[in-house]
């Protein structure tokens, strides 16, 4: 009787889950920036969306909204290198998923990857809001902090007045 090879030993599961919840935060973000791409080339959400700046964008006025994204405008090439980069880099992840053996190194290195781009996106969208930032007076700054706090408590995606906190 011919000995049976022995299967391939399995990756732990703990790992396997991180491995997982790893991939699904970068296509999520990864899908942000691809849905962007596919946009019309001057909507506001995708510079928006690109500048990484969530509720600190809110809380902006909308002259300083429209001034942000002018300066973003500006660096335009550097978000569609970001994007063609992106690109490339899920075309890269898609065939380390396929790929038989499963090479996980290959793919925590593209997930590291398309996390430096899109924190190179982030630190544009702080640079031009610090910038703007600077443009205020301590009083502009004052209510910018209070709209700034009230869109956290407010939640993601939400508007209108904040919820009642509790005592």
């Not at 969208?125 to 007076?137: F, K, S, V, W, Y």
Request: no cysteine.
């Amino acid at each position: 009787m011919a000995d049976t090879p022995a299967p391939p030993r399995r990756a732990p599961i703990w790992l396997r889950g991180l491995l997982v919840l790893s991939l699904a935060l970068n296509l999520l973000v990864g899908g942000i920036v691809i849905g962007a791409a596919l946009k019309d080339r001057h909507h506001p959400a995708r510079v928006e969306g690109e500048l990484g700046l969530g509720p600190y964008l809110s809380a902006f006025g909308q002259r300083d909204r429209e001034a942000l994204r002018g300066a973003a405008a500006e660096g335009r090439d550097a978000f569609r290198t970001d994007r063609r980069e992106m690109r490339a880099t899920f075309a890269e992840t898609i065939e380390a998923l396929r790929a038989d053996p499963f090479d996980p190194a290959r793919l925590e290195s593209l997930l590291a990857r398309q996390g430096e781009i899109v924190d190179r996106g982030r630190r544009r969208g702080h640079a031009i809001m610090i910038e703007r930032l600077l443009m205020m007076d301590a009083a502009n700054r004052a209510a910018f902090a209070d709209r700034l706090q009230q869109a956290i408590r407010r939640g993601p995606g939400r508007r209108g007045p904040p919820p009642r906190e509790r005592n």
